[in-house]
């Protein structure tokens, strides 16, 4: 195709550089008889006998170059022709196979039984800027037998609407698959809004929804198999922390940015996920993190009537919380949440006694405003491994992020822009660190 518009375009090219050849041409042809004419030497012409040779001898000439450039006109529109009319087929048989394809895509959506997800789509209008294609509708029985008929043994994660198994598709591919048992008007939305939201969206830093069952009561979403599990897992589990360096947690903090940065700013509509926390942070086998969990997302400009009040108690932002007030600053709000876990190394809400619970932004934020203390309540896996400056830096960055008051929170763009420098070029940052030094 490219090569095709190439040629025509030169071959526009050539016609024009032609046609201006000829202009000199042309012009001399014609300046030359005028010359003849207003010659003082020439007398009034009154028969071709009085002609003076010259003249004669142009007149001819003149009207044989216009024969030809008028040949070469029509022979060079024959060609475009000839050429414009394939290109206008092809053209017009590749726009027929994406109306199909799209009529195709729609209508595997629609047949979902119980799931009018093309109303839903009719309903929000979203176009979203990202390009990626179609997620498929996939076997029942395939993924029966990928999760060993969902034994428990395949199991690796659990949240409030089910399991998560791993499973081994054909061609030794892994991926995550997640059960909803859950029949709740509310699990049928979330599945709802998932499939729909990832089906769109694309973006290293965000989890890629490989596709969807739906089997009598049971839904099921696919994921790509995140080898490391969550980032809850990760700090709070067996390993407590001990696998994640302060560069990889700079790492990760930057990552989330990024995919939060993807969401607030560059899609259209922007989309506030409403339920980031560390259990919805996946890792994968080289500590690259992705956004998880779109069930509760929100698209700008959804009604906010449908919205019920959703998220995890300890990361919901107050204004939220309080009055219902949704915006990308709530999510802003979260990710200072995990900001404290990552530094801290735990968890976002601690039980105090069996029925009181304190969240980890009361009991530390005095200790991350106060230079002295801050060392001494690091996670003590990454205690000291740090320079001070960078630590100084992001806690500064975690306190501003959960300010109760909504404005006085940073974009998560000028979070991502203050977090880049400290992240090492290896892990994706801008920072050069040689052996066990930092170069600034
Ligand atoms: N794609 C995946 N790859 C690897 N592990 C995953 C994947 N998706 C989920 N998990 C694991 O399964 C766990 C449960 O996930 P799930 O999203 O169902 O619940 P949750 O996020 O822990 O809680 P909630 O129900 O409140 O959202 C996760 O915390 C994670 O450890
Ligand atoms: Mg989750």
Known sequence: MKILVCFLFNLILNLQITTIDARP??????????????????????????????????????QNSNKKLVIGLVAGSCLIGVILLPLTCLWICRRKKLYKSTKI??????????????????????????????????????????????????????GGFGCVYKAQLNDNLLVAVKKLDNKSQNSVKEFQTEVDILSRIQHPNIITLSGYCIHEETKLLVYELMQNGSL??????????????????????????????????????????????????????SFNAK??????????????????????????????????????????????????????GRRHVEKLTSSKCESIINWAMPQLMDRSKLPSVIDPVIRDTMDLKHLYQVAAVAVLCVQSEPSYRPLITDVLHSLVPLVPVELGGTLRVTENRVVV
């Open 291 to 344: 956004l998880s969990d779109f069930g509760l997302a929100v698209m700008e400009g959804a009604s906010s009537k449908n919205i019920k009040l959703s998220g995890t108690l300890g990361y919901v932002a107050p204004e939220y919380l309080l009055d219902g007030k949704l915006t990308d600053k709530s999510d802003v709000y979260a990710y200072g949440v995990v900001l404290f876990e990552l530094l801290l």
């Open 105 to 158: 895509n729609t209508r595997r959506l629609d047949s979902l039984k119980g799931l009018p997800l093309s109303s839903f789509i009719g309903r929000t209008n979203t176009t979203f800027n990202g390009d990626k294609t179609s997620v498929t509708v996939m076997d029942y029985k395939l993924l029966q037998s990928a999760t060993n008929n969902f034994h428990e043994s395949e199991i690796i994660g659990q």
């Open 232 to 285: 809850e897992s990760q700090l709070h589990g067996p390993s407590c922390g001990s696998n994640l360096t302060w560069h990889c947690r700079m790492k990760i903090a930057l990552d989330i940015a990024r995919g939060l940065e993807y969401l607030h700013e560059r899609c259209k509509p922007s989309v506030i996920h409403r339920d980031l926390k560390s259990s919805n942070i996946l890792l994968d086998s």
């Open 25 to 62: 041409s042309k012009l001399i042809l014609l300046s030359d008889i005028h010359i003849h004419e207003l010659s003082p030497a020439s007398a009034p012409i009154s028969s071709m006998a009085d002609f003076p040779p010259g003249a004669h001898m142009d007149i001819p000439t003149h």
